[in-house]
């Protein structure tokens, strides 16, 4: 996941995980599975027998950059942290692409100019559910009539399963890499969509339950230098935010309707479905 760290006390994370890019795996960054999604749902704005499309990519994530955009296409991709932008967009040379840096509560776009808004994990990386409505209110006003969000998102369910219930899956080796249970744990910590999930308390969680991490990477068959990815949440004041789908279709009333929404099959995908959004008439 890359994205927009609303909130100024995520900045540090921000920059452990640009670091640490090239360590995330899915279902933290989208996969192959994820990018077929997104282009069939995009696929519309994409479809104007020549004709101008502007893009709009929410955060920097390269797979989305990659994408095989229109010619026509004039891209552009907005992401708060400057570690993120200068770590991981890689452009695109075969159309009109640019990054910015900047809020997504403010976007640099016209009104009314963007066919099509994509994003991975949009609204985890904003403070709290509170920044959720404004988010949405500024793609309304980005938006084209006809325009399009294509978002993954990741989802809690309910019942909330619980930390222990996290450790004893790793135990059982029913855990796959640490891109899923650094996911898994934070979603665990989360005390309302509100306030979030604490990311110095999901390190300190692991820290305690694996003190020894040369003996835990022996165990699961995990590279150290991806165990130590969860480092990038300790000493940090941040938090993520995990919403229901109902809670995400509530700050988007009145203003988007969610008219699909999709997932893979790899690990975790039934917490990270990608929504199409489309403007309320």
Aim: proline residues 6%.
């Amino acid at each position: 996941m890359t994205g927009q760290a609303d909130n100024p006390e995520n900045r540090m994370t921000w920059s452990r995980n640009a670091r640490d890019w090239a360590l995330i795996r899915s279902p933290l960054r989208p996969c192959a599975e994820d990018l077929a999604i997104l282009r069939e749902l995009s696929a519309p704005a994409w479809d104007k027998s020549g004709e101008r499309c502007v893009g709009l990519i929410l955060g920097v994530t390269p797979e989305f950059a990659a994408l095989p955009w229109p010619p026509s296409t004039t891209l552009l991709a907005v992401d708060r942290s400057r570690q993120m932008i200068d770590a991981v967009w890689p452009g695109n040379d075969r159309i009109l692409a640019a990054v910015a840096q900047g809020l997504w509560q403010h976007l640099p776009v016209a009104s009314g100019s963007v066919d099509l808004a994509v994003g991975d994990g949009c609204l985890t990386a904003l403070a709290s559910a509170r920044e959720y409505r404004r988010f949405f209110e500024q793609l309304a006003l980005a938006l084209a009539p006809q325009g399009r969000i294509v978002m993954r998102s990741f989802v809690r369910l309910e019942p909330q399963e619980s930390m222990a219930d996290v450790f004893e899956a790793v135990e059982r080796g029913a855990i796959g890499n640490m891109s899923t249970l650094k996911w898994r744990l934070a979603m665990a910590a989360q005390t309302s969509v509100d306030d979030g999930a604490s990311l110095r308390q999901v390190h300190r969680a692991f820290c305690e339950r694996w003190p020894d991490r040369d003996a835990l990477a022996s165990r699961v068959g995990w590279a150290r230098a991806a165990i130590d990815t969860i480092d990038a949440y300790e000493n940090t004041p941040g938090t993520y935010a995990f919403p229901t789908l109902q809670e995400i279709e509530r700050s988007a009333r009145g203003l988007f309707s969610i008219d699909a929404v999709r997932h893979g099959s790899y690990e975790l995908a039934e917490r990270c479905p990608t929504l199409l959004l489309r403007p309320v008439s």
